[in-house]
């Protein structure tokens, strides 16, 4: 399946592609388009101005897309606070961690092209993913 967001990716289109990829679609493919009218009639838009996997309600993309998709995963809902805060910095979330994941995505952004960054990023979420797991089973900060 074909999805489609906006060109010059950044945190929430990265964390998002991550989570169709590990959640909704193994396969997913992505287009990345500079103009929303640019976007493939067979594909699904998310994170663009007015669609249904865009923001909403004050939440990101990232979030949308659990609701949607009625993903319940408590760790990925943890890192949509992350993400949330990464994006909006609207303080509604206690997510220390957010500032740094935001700087590092804008950094790989100005030297890499957005499939490179989904390439990079990908350990980055998925190494996120294992943290918050073992910090919930734990119920605390893993070592």
């Known amino acids: 399946m074909k999805w489609a967001t906006r060109a010059n990716i950044h945190i929430d289109r990265a964390a998002c592609a991550w989570l169709i990829r590990r959640t909704i679609d193994a396969e997913a493919e992505f287009v990345f ?3 929303p009218a640019e976007v493939p009639t067979d594909a699904t838009p998310f994170d663009m101005r007015g669609v249904e996997l865009g923001h909403h309600q004050g939440d990101c993309s990232f979030e949308t897309i ?3 998709y009625d993903i319940t995963d408590p760790v990925l809902w943890r890192i949509a606070e992350v993400i949330h805060e990464a994006d909006l910095d609207d303080e509604r979330y206690d997510a220390p961690e957010a500032p740094g994941i935001d700087v590092a995505l804008r950094a790989l952004s100005m030297v ?4 490179q960054v989904l390439a990079h990023t990908r350990p980055l ?3 996120l ?3 918050y797991r073992r910090a919930t089973l734990l119920g605390r900060e893993p070592a």
């Open 129 to 131: 993913y294992e943290y």
């Open 66 to 68: 659990l609701r949607r």
């Open 112 to 115: 890499c092209d957005d499939e």
């Open 33 to 35: 388009v500079a103009d």
């Open 125 to 127: 979420f998925d190494g």
